[in-house]
């Protein structure tokens, strides 16, 4: 019979792997919570309209990518396929619009049906954070301090590509002008990219279909449409950024895919080319477009197989002692548990053949080997071997508590 093999796109996090993403989301995490950030969960399932209602049916996120599935009450539900939308239904949900800005980090597993390859899964998975209650350009620029911080604290090099996607005048101006200029092309516009037209013109900047690039590259920029107030709002988190010493790059193009974006959006794209690893922005009418007051929030999310990939993490080697039993497995066992009491990794090992019992130790890593035999029990002693300086001694088992707290 054959084996099963995981879903498509899915994969285990084996115990390296693992370890990696554990340090990638402490780490970002206590940053987080330097930045005044507290952390939340929220469930993996949502009903669909949590992510289609302010995401946009036209964006790739929920047009093409959203897991679906029906209940068994006949619900529609979706697995998640980011974590903004999910925070701010729990916002609203939970009643927390009086005590503002709600700061939020969290990290979790994603879904998006996506073709799979390097570094693009179907299971993926975020960290992120979410300050809610904030209108101003200080906030963008903390909030993007904290994710070049983030990622300097990983070694990872990564450009800061910014832009402003204006506000809500600057962006009917801005979208009439492209309607203009993409109507006069729209023979040689793809397929998609007309109905996008039709549904919503911004995305075609976003598009990736080959025969759109020309006309996308020669479309009008919306920094020519921006109102006064969008313009100082985008010259301020300049400035701030500059004052914070975080160098950016102005990408005039730079749109991001989903429709809830408003003034300013970035990302950080590595320097070695590969796909964007960290990305955000304003969003000042997502509270509202869920139902909620009129609430301004600002937030990014980092893909976490994308941070492992490019992040360099000094491994800390783990001391692993063995307490190897030559018969007297129950005593092997309380002197196992004497150890972990003090903090200590320990394994347990029984047999009757030392030689071989070392040997399976050194194997596994072990640092120390805990031999207790004949010879310890007649003595009242364990006998305590360093496995890399190849030195031993017996230690009296009334000092054996000490000796495991003092131990290396
Ligand atoms: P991309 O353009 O690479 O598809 P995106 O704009 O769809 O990215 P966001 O929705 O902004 O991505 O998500 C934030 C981050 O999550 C991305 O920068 C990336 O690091 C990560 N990410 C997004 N989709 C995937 C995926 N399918 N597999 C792994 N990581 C992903
Ligand atoms: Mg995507």
Request: glycine share 8%; charged share 25%; with cysteine.
């Amino acid at each position: 019979m054959a084996t099963f093999q995981p879903v498509r796109g899915m994969h285990d996090l084996l115990p390296q792997e693992a370890r990696r993403f554990s340090f990638l989301i402490e780490q970002g995490r206590a940053l987080a919570r330097q930045y005044g950030y507290k952390e939340v969960h929220t469930p993996i399932l949502e009903r669909a309209e949590v992510f289609s209602r302010p995401l946009g049916e036209s964006s790739d996120v929920v047009g093409k990518e959203m897991y679906l599935l029906t209940d068994r009450g006949g619900e529609t539900l979706a697995l998640r396929p980011e974590g903004t939308a999910a925070i701010v239904r729990a916002f609203l949900s939970n009643g927390l619009t009086d005590v503002l800005p709600w700061k939020i980090f969290y990290a979790g597993p994603m879904f998006r049906y996506e073709r799979p390859q390097k570094g693009r899964y179907r299971q993926f998975h975020q960290l992120g954070i979410e300050s809610i209650g904030s209108a101003t350009p200080w906030e963008d620029t903390e909030s993007i301090a904290l994710a070049y911080r983030y990622l300097i604290s990983l070694h990872i090099e990564a450009i800061l590509e910014i832009n402003t996607l204006g506000d809500t005048p600057s962006r009917a101006a801005y979208k009439e002008a492209l309607v203009t200029y993409f109507t006069k092309g729209r023979s040689s516009l793809s397929a998609l990219s007309q109905r996008r037209l039709d549904q919503n013109p911004l995305r075609i900047l976003d598009s990736k279909e080959p025969e759109d690039q020309e006309l996308v590259r020669n479309a009008p920029l919306l920094k020519d449409f921006l109102t006064p107030e969008a313009q100082m709002f985008f010259e301020t988190l300049c400035l701030g950024l500059q004052t914070l010493g975080i160098p950016y790059r102005h990408n005039p193009r730079l749109v991001r895919g989903l429709d809830y974006y408003t003034h300013t959006v970035f990302e950080f794209v590595p320097s070695t080319g590969s796909g964007t690893v960290l990305a955000g922005g304003r969003y000042d009418h997502l509270v509202t477009l869920m139902g909620g007051p009129a609430i301004p929030g600002f937030g990014w999310a980092a893909g976490i197989e994308r941070l492992s990939l490019m992040a360099s993490i000094e491994e800390k080697m783990e001391c692993l002692i063995a307490v190897i039993a030559i018969g007297y497995e129950a005593e092997a066992h309380v002197y196992a548990d004497l150890f972990r009491r003090q903090g200590r990794i320990v394994e347990v090992f029984c047999g009757k053949d030392l030689g071989k019992l070392l040997k399976k130790a050194d194997k596994r890593g072990a640092r120390y080997a805990v031999v207790f035999g004949e010879e310890e029990k007649r003595s009242g002693t364990i006998l305590v071997k360093d496995l890399d300086r190849r030195t031993q001694e017996h230690v009296p088992l009334a000092c054996l508590e000490r000796f495991a707290a003092d131990l290396l």
